[in-house]
Structures are given as C-alpha cells and as structure tokens.
C-alpha cells in the first residue's frame, strides 16, 4: 500500500509563501484592529446619544442637544477614522496578497523546472496551469482577503462589544452567549465537510484541465480522425462532472452556513424577548437596550464573518495541500552540491584521448518496461556515429539519458571521462545541443526563437548559425525576413525549416556535442538535403550522434551502432554493415 505523503501545516505554509510581504499583512491586521474598535465603539455612543442626550430629562432642553450633538460629531469621528484606516490597510492587504500569490506561483513554476521527465509524464501541463491561475490560487487569494482584513476587525469589535453588554445587562449577555456557542459548534462540524467537497472538486477541475489541454494541443489530430463528436460527449461527461461537483459544493456551502444563521436568530428572537421583560420589570434603559442590540448585530454580523471565512479556509487548505503535493515532490535527477567544470574535464579528456561520452553497464526502463540491461558503448571526440533500429529497440532512449532527462537505474554515463551527475545539469545540458524529431517552436519571431538558445549571443554568431542551419534559404523568402512571428507550435512552418530553426538554436550554444533525432525522419527529399549538408558540415568539427530513421542520413558517419531489444547487436561503417548479414542489411533491402 503507498504511504500517503505527510501535509504540511497549513499555517506554516502561509507563512513561508509569504515571507518578504510579512511586514504588508501586520500592517494590514494591525489596522483592521483599529477600525474594529471603531466598529465597537459606535453602538456605545448610540447608547449616550439616546440616554444622556434624548431621553436625559434632569438636563434642559438646550443641553440635552448640545450632548446629543457632541456624541454625534465622535460618531462621525470614528466612522470616518474607520473609513481611512481601513483603507490603508486594504492597500496594504493587497500587496502583501499579490505578493504572497506571486511568492507560490514562481516558487511552483521553478520547482517544476527542475523535475524530471517522469514527473510530466505523469502530470499534464494543463492541469500545472490550472494550479498556478485556477481554482487553488482564487480560493487562497479569496480567504487571505478575507482573514488579513475581517478577522481582526471582528474579533476585536466583537471583545468591546461582549465587555460593554456585560456592563447592561448580565441575563441577555448570557443568553447571547449560548446561542453563540451552539452556532459555533455547528460551525466547526460544516469545516470539515466543506474542506473534503473543496478538494473533490479541485480534483475533478484538474483532470477537466488536463483533457481540454490534451485535445486542444491535439486539434489536427481530431479533425483527421473526425472524431469530434466523440470529443465533444467526453468533454460534456467531464463538465457534466465538473458542474455536479460545483453544485454540491455550493449548496453544501449554503446549507452549512443556514445552521448558524438560524440559531443567531433564534437568539436574536430570545434576546428582544428577555430584553422587553428587563426594560419593564428589571429598570433596563432604552439606551442600554438599544446599545444592546446594535452591540448585538455587530456580534452577529462579525460571527458570520468568521463562520463563512472559516469554511473559505476549508478551501483553502484543500487547494494549499494539492499545490504542497507538488512541491514536495522531488526530482529523480538531483543536483550535487559540487559540481565539475565542463571546459576543464574537456581539456582532461582531450589529454589523455578518453572519449567524450561512454555508457557503462547502463540498465534503465520506464517503469516496469525494462529498455537497458547492460548497455555498453563510446563516442570519441570529433567523430560521427550512426544510431539505428527499430521502434522501442532504446536509440531515442540514450539521448534522454545522456541529457539526464530521466535517471538510470543502474550503470553510470560519463561525458569527458567524468560521470554526468557531477556536473550541474545546466553545463551537462549546454554542452550538448540536440536536434529533436518535432522541435518545439515558441510564438515569436524567429530569430527569437533561435536566440532563446543564448539570449546573450552577439549577432555574428547568430548569423553564423543560421548559415549553418540554412535558415537563410527560407527566412529571405519571407515578407518580415526573421522578424516573422510564427504561430503556436510553429504554425506556417513546414517541417524542414522547424527542422533547421532548431538545428541553429543547437549550433548557437557552441556545444562539443551534437544529436540529431530522427530530424529527417518526417521530411520531404529536399528538406532532407538540406538538413544532411547542415549535419555533414557539422561532423567536421563535433562529436555527431545521429539517430536516424532514415539510413541514407547516416552513409557518411564513421561508426553505425545497430540496436534490438536495447542491445548493440552490431556495429561497423556503413559499407561494412552493408554487405554483412544480420540487422541492418534487412533494414537497408526493406527500404529499397
């Protein structure tokens, strides 16, 4: 059975998420404690307007309205302080709120940087976006609102309030306070609830996120198998979901909070009643009744104040423990504490003629699917080598492993004699510039998309790359020449030229190290003849790993390794391997 991750204290979460805007959220709270003493001090200043200036009759008419004025104009002077303090610390609130969202949202995004490609097999990129602007971010803004603002005022307004009743009169206090106790109660048990529906809908808002991501990067292929109608009835499932989820949890919501609601009024009842039998026969004021009531009502009003952003909690917490269960993940390709210097363990390399990658006894599979079970082979410097066999025989696999995309069971992989994990993953990765089947092209221009390589790069070496890549012979052909913006995923892009972008963006990180995979494998004859001029001339000067589809890319390197079953069954030059029985001559003969 798996163990079930422990969760982070929700507080103490906040609180780290929140920690250079700390200094916005007291000044917020501080000054919500104020305006909630002003917010108390009201009700009591209707009691001396109406006892000591309106109903007073041991003082003169005149005097009775110079009293009910001066308590009117301290009214108006704690409203109007309570108008200016909250505002301050509403501003306030709000920075430190889009600070603290800012905080998780960049913290998330960097975490998941640098997880391994197990972790986004398994997790959609539409479902991560809806953690970082969905539902998870909107309930936590929603409740530290709410908290950083209404619950001092509350809290304290409702203390001065309790403590001035007191001084009226003990038998409604004491009747106020059980119907509060009751409501809270019920309160406590509606958290719990609301907190385990919150977290079935995130849930459920998630897998609705990650399949709407799905086809919509999916689009071509819908329309190619005309399976929309298909998409459309699962698409309807999943609100139909969604929209039962959200039902439930509204409803719950409401219903939770009418628990409460109808015991305060049901006290509210109970309080004018032993308030009308105290007046009449305990010698209870008017002033003091009426005191009593507003006192009441700013109770009741901050009670459910507190209630609703009780339950809003429930969301939140459901919402920080989903966001928490990715950020504790940890990557499977770790980083040292201390790394090698790529250019030193080179010029070692060089010196002493070892080669520049080697896999040693490397055993690796995705999860039960085992791929290597003893991988051995090398690559010496600025030599060409030819990677062949059929699908799943483990020849894509070694340039995600060299690239520490995925971590290896067993074995270890040396570049420049040195094992990969001793250099940090940013030099092992820009050491090594690959040609990908269906390179990912960026909505910009394209020599942004070229330059996102090395941002830094002075324009002669762009230039140069984009000679080597032949992005010339297309880019002049176009009305904005490489200022044009290309669509997502390289929408107005044929095949070839992604192909070539991407090789420029390779040439422009200036790595020892070059693969090429399958980068032929989906081109037209004249693409092709494009790419393998680029690749040729690249050979010259790189170790060259061409994974190929293709074997007519492949006639000029200097070794072919021919792989089955995520073995090496063969190996030799083109010309060798071509008049010799086994593997690769069945490939060649079935592609003539």
Known sequence: MKKEKPKQHFWKSIFEYASNHRKNFIIAMSFSLIVGMCLAIKPILIKYIIDDGITNTALSEIDRLKTAVFYCILYISAHIMQMVLWGVGYKNMLIGIEGFLFNIRSKFFEHVQTLCMRFHDKNSSGELFNYLFGTP?????????????????????????????????????????????????????????????????????????????????????????????????EFKEKLNDLKSKGITLSFTQWLENTKPEFVQHAGIALVY????????????????????????????????????????????????????????????????????????????????????????????????????????????????????????????????LLMRLYEIDDGEILMYNCNIKRFSLHDLRKNIGIVPQDPFIFQMSIINNIRIAAPDAPMQEVMRAMEIARVHEFVNELKMGWNTIVGDGGFGLSGGQKQRIAIARAVLCK?????????????????????????????????????????TTIQNVDEILVFDKGEIVQQGSFDALSHEDGLFKDMLESTN
């Open 511 to 551: 790595p020892e190290i070059l693969v090429f995979d399958e980068a032929t494998s989906a081109l037209d004859n004249v693409s092709e003849h494009h790419i393998k001029n680029a690749i040729n001339e690249l050979m010259a000067s790189h170790t060259v790993l061409i994974i190929a589809h293709r074997l």
């Open 273 to 400: 009643l032993v308030g009308a039998f105290s007046c009449i026969y305990r010698g209870l004021s008017i002033g003091e009744l009426t005191a009593f009531v507003s006192s009441m009502s700013i109770i009741m009003s901050g009670l459910n104040s507190i209630f609703t952003i009780n339950l809003m909690r429930s969301n939140a917490e459901a919402s920080l423990d989903r966001i928490n269960s990715i950020m504790t993940e940890k990557s499977q390709t770790p980083e040292n504490e201390v790394y090698y210097n790529p250019k030193q363990k080179r010029a070692s390399a060089i010196y002493s003629n070892a080669p520049y990658i080697e896999f040693k006894d490397v055993v690796f599979g995705y999860d039960d699917r085992k791929i290597f079970k003893g991988l051995n082979c090398k690559f010496e410097r600025n030599k060409s080598y030819g990677i062949v066999g059929s699908s799943g025989s483990g020849k894509s696999t070694i340039t995600k």
């Open 137 to 233: 971010m909107a309930n936590l803004k929603n409740f530290l609102n709410q908290f950083s603002m209404q619950v001092p005022t509350q809290i304290i307004s409702m203390v001065i309030s309790v403590s001035a009743m007191l001084t009226y009169d003990w038998l409604l206090t004491a009747v106020m306070i059980v119907a509060l106790t009751v409501a809270m109660l019920l309160n406590y048990h509606s958290r719990k609830k609301i907190r385990r529906l919150s977290g079935d809908l995130i849930k459920c808002e998630s897998e609705a996120s990650k399949f709407t991501d799905d086809i919509l990067h999916g689009s071509s292929a819908v329309k190619m198998y005309a399976i929309e109608d298909e998409i459309n009835t």
